[in-house]
């Protein structure tokens, strides 16, 4: 039998179906095809983080659509941003000697890999959008649970969030395609407990949210501009927003706000809003805010984004700013190494 290279050609002749999502900074689809040239190494990963491509595959054989199972799989990248062939290799190997060459079930009935440097547990919040997603996807019914945060939102004065399971939310924010719970959403969000509020504004993070939903979470944090809590959840609700237009204005705000001048509001706009930082006056903003925080934030920071393809050259271009502030200059500076007084 030819010897397998991608993880791709492995689905492919194991005869299932599979769909793959880029888990990196929010769950966003990946074209198959796209996902062949990442693991070819042809195509710089997407949405690298920690200098790795994350990934969840969704996969079943297509004669039994009701068994599904899913990896979740990080590839080492270069400095390029493209994937490690020798990893990627090693991954396969450890694919193939547990599970064969054809997902033979007599050997492994959960097709589960043996713990690995190349696969990872997301976070509760992850799994339960993934679980959402996977759902919708492959037009399965949603849990259970979602009627639970339906009758939460609509009578939030008769229960108690903490009632709520994180399914439940996950589910519902995956249902927001559909007008009625959009419409619930919409009308009801500004009663409810705030916890319940971060907590959709954390699952929303993992969906395309149109411009009326963008509206509501702007106008939220403009209710309150001294809630730090409120402004991190709106930024990770914000992560996927169609608004463009009214989140690069959020942007300019916030970086103008003291919240939004904290580490913790730049590591945000870095790992959910790094598009934005095309546009000069918003990098420049960032970029000099960045370069007051401490050593470690600037470095980490700046190595991060400067892998991530959209914005590699304006991050480069840093660098090479004719006027720089004298802590910009430093920080550069420290960047590679060198005392710059």
Known sequence: MSQINTISEFLLQAGTDYRVFDMARGIRPLESQAFLDVENATLPAPYPRQQHAWFGILFFNKQMNNEHYIWFVKLPLDEQGLVIGAARQQFLQIVVEALGQTLDKQNNANNQLPENPFTF??????????????????????????????????????????????????????????????????KQFLT????????????????????????????????????????????????????????????????????????????????????????????????ELLASCEEDTFIGLYSDLVQIPEIREVMLGVLRWPEKSPQLTQAIGQLFGQNTP
């Open 121 to 186: 547990i997301p976070n509760q919040q992850q799994l339960a959008d993934f679980n959402s997603i996977a759902r919708v996807e492959l037009a399965l019914p949603l849990s259970e649970h979602l009627d639970l945060v339906e009758q939460y939102l609509t009578h939030p004065e008769r229960h108690d969030w903490r009632a709520v399971p994180l399914q439940g939310i996950a589910d519902f924010t995956a249902s927001l395609q559909h007008s009625e719970p959009k419409n619930l959403l919409l």
């Open 192 to 287: 409810l407990a705030p916890e319940m509020q971060y907590a959709l504004c954390a699952s929303l993070e993992n969906h395309k949210i149109d411009e009326d939903i963008s509206a509501l979470l702007i106008n939220w944090y403009h209710q309150d501009l001294e809630d730090e809590q409120r402004l991190h959840s709106v930024l990770r609700g914000l992560c996927q927003s169609q608004a463009k237009t009214a989140v690069n204005s959020l942007l300019s705000s916030v970086l103008n706000c003291a919240n939004g001048q904290t580490s913790a509001a730049l590591m945000l706009i870095a790992a959910r809003h790094w598009q934005y930082l095309k546009e000069l006056s918003i990098l420049t903003l960032y970029a």
